[in-house]
């Protein structure tokens, strides 16, 4: 079976730094694959650059086979992925329900979008509830649900999630990583960016470890979880 | 009483056109970051095209449109040529093209067209006055706020019911993620260069209908006030450049109408410093934008 995301050989620079230096990643349908590391290990570039916010300096991007490694990030949700930002981004000047009808631009066909928002409001009652409000009102962890839920709107086969959980409360962390799994369940495959690791590696399938722009170990989620697996990286083993 | 009511319709007039000029400004500048100084100079087209169908003996009602679709037309082919390649540019970069873009567009208008003042045909029902309730209100003075008030009410609905115009407003706030939703940023730049043609052109149309002439500078002045007023509502907010339209032309016409004769030639100064003033209290502007506030915090 060809893996629904692979990246191969996958470098990002931001001038003369180097970002990501060469990484190689699958992930197969269905899968919620983790990528941790410490802060500035290059999570969130390898994020960007898979949905075109930041040029790839090189390597490939393939998704369900087709390269997309050169698409601007206008073309990223209508090939069937989306990426729900670090640090939320929604838009704090547009009610809930616009975000939410925002994340589903690309979308033509009235009642899909409909059916979409009905999906994300069941996921997220507090969405629905505050459908009016806008979105720079709502408290963090309800701007993460929309977020998400915005991310939603277009039907993604694959969804980028990155650090879902910063900056939220320990209760709320655990209402998004619950979600994660339900959507999982409906069939929406996850590459997961987390800083908390437990919480990632509890419902994550597979994980990569990065540290310094490169994979430096991976496996399943079962493996990375035994001691001593993750330690080293964040202690400045390697 | 009556001269007080009498300046505040002339007052709603000019500053509706201001507000006009200040929102087209706005628009492009929440968008890109670009503050464009050629947005007078659509005004200049508008005004030449309303002249040449004047000559051509063509309706004013389908000279006025004509007018306007050329600013649109104008606004767009600025973008496409001289501002998307240096869209990724610095703001400084920008706005100095948009000065070059301004310069090259007047030096074209003195070769091609004339140096001199042009004579517009202006229907006569627009030099003519009515009276509503004892007060004498010139036709051109309604036309222009019935004009204003139309326009201001289209953008709003577009701004706030249309996809497109939604979409417009979540690019100003963060075009990365608005990218991200699939919103092509070709197109809301595009569009925006086209809503602020419109609004440059329905000006213009105004500003013309006042003046019955067009020189080739004419659209500096009223822009100088349209970036003032945008300045004083809080730059990038598209309220804010509406306020700041208004409050621009009450400030112009009731200094004009109550200042002491004596005062009268320092009416620019003593207008400019009012809105100093109300900067110096509110910075950011009267109705600041939402993302420009999040910087400065």
């Known amino acids: 079976m060809t893996p629904l995301l692979k990246l191969q050989n996958f470098k990002l620079r931001y001038g003369a730094v180097q970002a990501v230096r060469g990484i190689d990643i699958e992930i197969r349908k269905g899968e919620i694959v983790a990528l941790l590391g410490a802060n500035g290990a290059g999570k969130s570039s390898t994020m960007k650059g898979i949905a075109g916010l930041e040029p790839v300096a090189e390597g490939r991007v393939l998704f369900d086979g087709r390269d997309i490694t050169d698409l601007p990030p206008e073309e990223i949700p209508s090939a069937g992925l989306t990426l729900s930002p670090e640090g939320r981004r929604v838009f704090g000047t547009l009610t ?55 991310a939603l709107m277009c039907n993604p086969r694959l969804l ?37 690791v437990a919480g990632a590696l509890a419902i994550a399938d597979r994980a990569y470890l990065m540290a310094s722009g490169r994979i430096i170990r991976e496996g399943s989620a079962a493996e990375m979880r035994s001691a001593g697996a993750m330690a080293d990286s964040y202690l400045g083993g390697h | 009483m009556d001269l007080i009511l009498q300046q505040t319709v002339n007052a709603i007039a000019l500053g509706g056109t201001y507000a006009l000029l200040a929102l087209g400004l706005a628009v492009v500048f929440s968008i890109m970051g670009l503050i464009n100084f050629a947005h007078g100079e659509l005004m200049t087209i508008a005004g030449y095209v309303l002249m040449y169908c004047g000559l051509a003996g063509v309706p004013f009602v389908i000279g006025a449109p004509l007018a306007v679709i050329a600013a649109m037309l104008a606004a767009v082919a600025m973008e496409r040529i001289a501002f998307r390649p240096v869209r990724n540019s610095s703001g400084a970069t920008m706005l100095v093209t948009s000065f070059a873009v301004a310069m090259i567009l007047q030096v074209l208008f003195q070769n091609l067209i004339s140096a001199r003042s042009q004579a517009v045909v202006i229907p006569d029902f627009l030099g003519q006055s009515i009276v509503i309730g004892g007060l004498v209100i ?7 706020i019935v004009a204003t008030l139309v ?25 990365a993620i608005a990218r991200l939703m699939g919103i092509r940023a070709n197109t809301v730049i595009s569009a925006a260069f086209a809503l602020s043609g419109l609004l440059a052109g329905v000006a213009a149309v105004l500003w013309v209908s006042q003046r019955a002439s067009v020189d080739p500078l004419m659209g500096f002045t009223p ?27 009450f400030v112009e016409v009731f200094l004009a109408a109550f200042l002491p004769a004596e005062w009268q030639e320092f009416r620019e100064p003593i207008g400019l410093s009012l809105v100093v003033l109300m900067l110096v209290v509110r910075p950011n502007g009267l109705i600041p934008a939402a993302t420009l506030q999040a910087q400065k915090v």
């Open chain 1, 96 to 150: 809930v329900a616009d975000n939410l009808r925002m994340g589903a631009y690309t979308i033509t066909d009235k009642a899909a979008i409909e059916t979409a928002l009905r999906r994300v409001f069941d996921l997220f009652p507090i969405l629905e509830e505050r459908q009016g409000q806008y979105a720079g009102t709502l408290s963090g962890g309800q701007q993460q649900m929309l977020a998400i839920g915005r």
């Open chain 1, 160 to 196: 980028l999630l990155d650090e879902p959980s910063l900056g939220l409360a320990p209760l709320i962390v655990e209402q998004v990583f619950a979600l994660i799994s339900t959507l999982r369940d409906q069939g929406v495959t996850i590459l997961l960016v987390e800083q908390n």
């Open chain 2, 223 to 249: 822009v100088l006030k349209a970036f003032i007023a945008a300045i004083l509502g809080g730059l990038g907010s598209l309220r804010g450049a509406v306020a700041g339209g208004f409050v621009l032309g």
């Open chain 2, 151 to 175: 326009m201001l009410v289209l953008l709003e609905t577009f701004m706030s019911r249309q996809k497109h115009g939604i979409a417009m407003r979540a690019a100003a706030e963060d075009f």
């Open chain 2, 138 to 144: 010139g036709v051109n003075k309604l036309f222009a």
